[in-house]
T-cell receptor, first 113, second 112 residues
């Protein structure tokens, strides 16, 4: 399966700031996704990162808060904007192809003070 | 009601025990079923992947899907301390969105 690298692995940020998380894959992939895993909770899909077009967001997530880029088939970024303590979470990148299971990176552990 | 329900545990068993982890779901459109294992401070790692109903075995792990009951299980035989982790079930209707719906995860501890 593809090797997925996320940066940073963790960060502590101030309220009101923004952080961009990078996801790099060692091979070209069709689909890239961004998930959130809040403390003690399961994974929730934020959006699908589409190469060459705007990301597709799930209900409850908006582009102004979580802008996503996907400039090519191996790289994507997720920005968490204007952060508040409620954004403290693990953010995970995953990759997949049609009718194939997704594989995940190790995530970015984000704490907001 | 959540689309996928999973007992969060924690579940504690002695080494060598057979472990049974379960999820129920409400959406009859789900046809792809996965189990992921997540160690502390790591991302979810795919363990088992099944399509539709039936059983699938891989070493000490067996996944079962009963679509008529909307119920899936993961069995771990001869459990080891290294199996201590959180186990997440996930499922999908596998439309073009590729969206996965996850259970809450069950935390398992295998004691030596």
């Amino acid at each position: 399966s593809a090797v997925i690298s996320q940066k940073p692995s963790r960060d502590i940020c101030q309220r009101g700031t923004s952080l961009t998380i990078q996801c790099q894959v060692d091979s070209q992939v069709t689909m890239m996704f961004w998930y959130r895993q809040q403390p003690g909770q399961s994974l929730t899909l934020i959006a699908t990162a589409n190469q060459g077009s705007e990301a597709t967001y799930e209900s409850g997530f908006v582009i102004d808060k979580f802008p996503i880029s996907r400039p090519n088939l191996t790289f994507s970024t997720l920005t968490v904007s204007n952060m508040s303590p409620e954004d403290s979470s693990i953010y995970l990148c995953s990759v997949g192809a049609s009718n194939q299971p997704q594989h995940f990176g190790d995530g970015t552990r984000l704490s907001i003070l | 009601q959540k689309e996928v329900e999973q007992d969060p545990g924690p579940l504690s068993v002695p080494e060598g025990a057979i472990v049974s982890l379960n999820c129920t779901y409400s959406n009859s459109a789900f046809q792809y079923f996965m189990w992921y294992r997540q160690y502390s401070r790591k991302g979810p790692e795919l363990l088992m992947y099944t399509y539709s109903s039936g059983n699938k075995e891989d070493g000490r792990f067996t996944a079962q899907v009963d679509k008529s009951s909307k119920y899936i299980s993961l069995f771990i035989r001869d459990s080891q301390p290294s199996d201590s982790a959180t186990y997440l079930c996930a499922m999908s209707a596998w439309s073009n969105t590729g969206k996965l719906i996850f259970g809450q995860g069950t935390t398992l501890q295998v004691k030596p």
